[in-house]
């Protein structure tokens, strides 16, 4: 069993829709999660820490099951520039990243 | 600052070569670490350090070895490339107390 899920998609959306995206791991010990966004052919880049209390920047909010194990990425009133590859990661305390779930906003 | 930097960006390699890829940081951070890229594979750790003189094994270590001799500094070898290790390399860097890890711009390795 892979420690960390992802649906792939791709999840096309048109702008200002709100799109979730959800991710399981295998590893109830896990200790650390993260969203990272990575970008066609660019190394990968934070996007917010999965607190257990859940926890919002902006657009996005994160959420933590520790309980279903999974963590969930929202966002709303999507932009263009949102589109991405969006990668959940957990820290187990090795680090284990998803394949990613690819997100294109359509005009 | 310059963040994470890896050299080289890309590199052609025939089999049995060995080669190091070279990766710094000056965030003075604490844990760094490998990871490779595959399509449909994600990124799998290779190896990692959580500080200088110390490195332990990730996921897939097997025809990789490292070394940490400085804080900064964090060198990935191949010891006898083969085309299996045909990949993307990402090293990146964080501080221990909250592993927000920072990424290099990566190295496209391809070996023939």
């Known amino acids: 069993r892979k420690e960390v899920e992802q649906d792939p998609g791709p999840f096309n959306v048109p702008e200002g829709a709100t799109v979730a995206f959800n991710c399981t791991y295998s590893n109830s010990a896990s200790q650390s999660f993260f969203w990272y966004r990575q970008d066609c052919r660019k190394e990968p880049k934070l996007l917010m820490s999965?607190?257990?209390s859940g926890n919002e920047d902006g657009r996005f909010t994160a959420q933590l099951n520790r309980a279903s194990q999974y963590i969930s990425l929202l966002i709303r009133d999507s932009k263009l520039s949102d589109s991405a590859t969006y990668l959940c990661v957990v820290n187990t305390p090795q680090f284990y990243f998803g394949t990613g779930t690819s997100l294109t906003v359509i005009p | 600052n310059a963040g994470v930097t890896q050299t080289p960006k890309f590199q052609v390699l025939k089999t049995g070569q060995s080669m190091t890829l070279q990766c710094a940081q000056d965030m003075n951070h604490e844990y760094m670490s490998w990871y490779r890229q595959d399509p449909g594979m994600g990124l799998r750790l290779i190896h990692y350090s959580v500080g200088a003189g110390i490195t332990d094994q990730g996921e897939v270590p097997n025809g990789y070895n490292v070394s940490r001799s400085t804080t900064e500094d964090f060198p990935l070898r191949l010891l006898s490339a083969a085309p299996s290790q045909t990949s993307v390399y990402f090293c990146?860097?964080?501080?221990?107390?909250?592993?927000?890890?920072?990424f290099g711009p990566g190295t496209r390795l391809t070996v023939t």
């Open positions: 999965v607190y257990s």
């Open positions: 990146a860097s964080s501080r221990a107390t909250n592993y927000e890890q920072y």
